[in-house]
């Protein structure tokens, strides 16, 4: 009877694992917008290592953050923060609220976001011109605009209907308050 149990026991483990191999994962995803689900669905319905899935989903390109729990033995809930579009990056790609660069497709790019023309070493100042002047400029309908840097290093914003406001290169913070 000894030597019985031990591959009684064998036998259960093993055939918990076969099961176990060939089931399928649920995921249940929340604040995931612009995944296509059916796809994810697709690559990860068999893989239950929550450092791939996790890596699957950072793959894609609006993601900012994952959260992933585990409910059962085949149930998972992923909480996905994606990013908030601010500007569209003129040598392509979105730039995010938080000042992140990312390539999302160009179909699922909003419209009316303003455009940022200016090297990536100076996104972080265009996005605050950006916040600086969105409300006053939305007030007056003069929505999308165009920042950027002239060739002698001033900054520039382009409005609707080729107005622009040029800045300067010193006192930023002064010569946006007065405009």
Known sequence: MLKVIPLFIGCVIFLFHAVMDKSEYDYFISGAHHMDLSKMNNDLS????????????????????????????????????????????????????????????????????????????????SVWFISELESDLRKFQLWPIRVFRMKAGDWAVELPRNRYFIFGTSDLVNRVKVC
Do not use: M
């Open 46 to 125: 068999e893989v239950s290592d929550q450092n791939k899935v996790s890596t699957w989903l950072y793959d894609q390109p609006w993601t900012k953050s994952v959260t992933i729990r585990r409910q059962g033995l085949n149930d998972f809930f992923v909480d996905v923060t994606e990013h908030k579009p601010r500007a569209v990056w003129r040598f392509g790609g979105v730039i995010s609220s938080d000042g992140v660069l990312f390539f999302p497709k160009t179909l699922e790019i909003p419209d009316e976001l303003p455009v940022v023309d200016a090297p990536l070493s100076s996104v972080d100042r």
